[in-house]
């Protein structure tokens, strides 16, 4: 970093927008979970309107990113770890894609066959710990504010929820094979499980990120 009030002016506006963005991310993780809750009860109306608040929260992020991407031009050399800084905000990006694409393929779920073959609680088990994972990952970025250090121990916490949905992706991925018969259906559960796992494996990648940010702060 650099010293100063230039840097205290700085830090202070790159922590508000990491934290624009990671709250913005965990809304996007809720409005997930209600999305399924309304696919379920097969409220259209409610799907697209929560679809809607997912597309708009990608392009809220990637407006915060740009605008960050511009401060830290105009800083140019005085801060070493520019570098670190945007790899935190392209991370937290990328959890919005994979908010996007989940929310497109939940929304195509066939809600008689998910009950029909009690696969209900286990989805929703997943879409859960999708919203616990990026609740933890939110405090680890709030730690940069308040108490860099605890960064690495609030990381700990992220990694544990990704093991566990490490866990369940692996059974419910046999269970799924078993008891889906219709090829379509089979396939579009099996993508949203792959697009839990993967997006468990982006949020560690942004919890890791901020710890090494951690260390410049």
Request: glycine share 4%; with cysteine; hydrophobic share 40%.
């Amino acid at each position: 970093m650099f010293t100063g009030e230039a840097e205290l002016k700085t830090r202070r506006r790159i922590l508000t927008t990491l934290q624009d963005e990671s709250r913005i991310v965990l809304e996007g993780a809720r409005n997930l979970r209600q999305l399924y809750d309304s696919v379920l009860s097969k409220n259209s109306k409610e799907v697209e309107e929560i679809m809607s608040k997912i597309r708009i929260s990608e392009e809220e992020v990637e407006d915060l990113r740009r605008g960050l991407a511009r401060q830290l031009a105009e800083v140019g050399s005085l801060m070493d770890n520019r570098e670190d800084v945007l790899r935190v905000a392209y991370n937290l990006e990328s959890l919005t894609s994979y908010l996007v694409g989940m929310s497109f393929r939940i929304s195509h779920l066939n809600s008689g066959t998910v009950t029909k073959t009690k696969l209900e609680e286990p989805l929703r088990q997943l879409v859960e710990y999708v919203l616990e994972m990026v609740h933890r990952l939110n405090e680890v970025v709030r730690s940069l504010a308040i108490n860099p250090d605890s960064a690495w121990e609030l990381a700990g916490s992220v990694q544990s929820v990704e093991r566990e949905i490490d866990d369940l992706y692996r059974n419910l991925t046999i269970e799924v094979l078993k008891k889906v018969k219709d090829i379509p259906e089979l396939l579009l559960i099996k993508d949203i499980i792959e697009k839990v796992e993967n997006m468990a494996d982006s949020c560690q990648n942004a919890s890791d990120a901020v710890t090494v940010l951690a260390l410049g702060f």
